[in-house]
């Protein structure tokens, strides 16, 4: 483990092998991760780009702390996530990380304003209610707070699920496509906010997206292709 306080998240060989099928033709493992290392420094922005199933959403649940590698090791904020159990990675979740999930995993039975303020109120804020009172205000939702998810458009819930990220004020910042559903000006608008936080805070980012621009703002650009990183320079598009 590399013990500077300065590296965030610390991955040594991690891999993620599944077992798929069943009856006659046997069970099979499939491996989705080959073995990974990364290491992202405080403050850093890093994107992940690569084709569909190239396993971009299975190495962000990994670094988040949401999954467990098959093998390998994993250090979030020096803590070895890969020996924990689910409570104690929830701990450091809830004292760290923020997400913003492919798929905006509201909760439908609350609104948008108890959405956003249910990691606050976990980490016990406060003032939960004002903070994502101002979040929701911040990413264009001010007249909608009282909107059940079902009441909400695809890009206001992905909006929902920003806001819902952000208001704990997390140390590490995973997203998975936060701009996948949004129109181009709200999309940059939402990537401002991400960069503000980054600045502004010293939040680190790290990103999946098909989205170059977004990519192409953050510090470094990792390819995954088949589980793995390759080698390839990612180009400004010529307009
Ligand atoms: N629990 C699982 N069981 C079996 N296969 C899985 C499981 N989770 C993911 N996979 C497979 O692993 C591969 C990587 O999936 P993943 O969701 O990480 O891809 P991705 O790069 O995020 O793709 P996309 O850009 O489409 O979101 C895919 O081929 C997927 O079908
Ligand atoms: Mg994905």
């Given amino acids: 483990m590399n013990t500077s306080p300065e590296i965030i998240l610390d991955c040594q060989k991690l891999t993620k092998t599944v077992v798929t099928g069943s009856g006659k033709s ?8 080959q073995p990974i290392d990364l290491q992202v420094k405080s403050g850093e922005s890093v994107a992940i ?5 190239s396993g971009k959403t299975t190495l962000l649940s ?3 702390g ?3 590698p098959s093998s390998g090791e ?5 803590k070895p996530m890969h ?3 689910e409570e104690q990675r929830s701990k450091v979740r809830a004292d760290h990380v923020g997400f913003i999930f492919q798929s905006f995993l509201l909760i439908s039975s609350l609104t948008a304003l108890e959405n956003v303020m249910l990691p606050a109120e976990l980490a016990n804020d406060d003032n939960a209610k004002e903070q994502a009172l101002e979040m929701l205000a911040k990413v264009g939702l001010g007249d909608r707070v009282d909107h059940f998810p079902s009441q909400l458009s695809g890009g206001e819930q992905q909006r ?12 590490i910042l995973f997203a998975d496509e936060p701009t996948g559903n949004l129109d181009s000006k709200t999309g940059e608008y939402i990537s401002s906010l991400l960069f503000d936080l980054n600045q502004q805070q010293g939040t680190t980012l790290v990103l999946v997206t098909h989205d170059q621009k977004l990519a192409l703002r953050c510090q470094r650009q990792l390819t995954m292709d088949s589980g793995r990183f390759i080698e390839q320079q990612i180009m400004a598009e010529v307009s």
Avoid: C, H
Wanted: proline share 5%; aromatic share 8%.
């Fill in 83 to 85: 020996t924990f159990d």
């Fill in 66 to 68: 949401l999954d467990l």
């Fill in 160 to 171: 929902v699920a920003i806001a819902r990220a952000f208001v704990s004020k997390p140390d």
């Fill in 74 to 78: 994993i250090y979030l904020k020096q």
């Fill in 62 to 64: 990994i670094l988040a």
């Fill in 49 to 53: 780009i690569g084709a569909s199933g």
């Fill in 26 to 33: 046997g069970a099979k493992p499939l491996t989705i991760l």
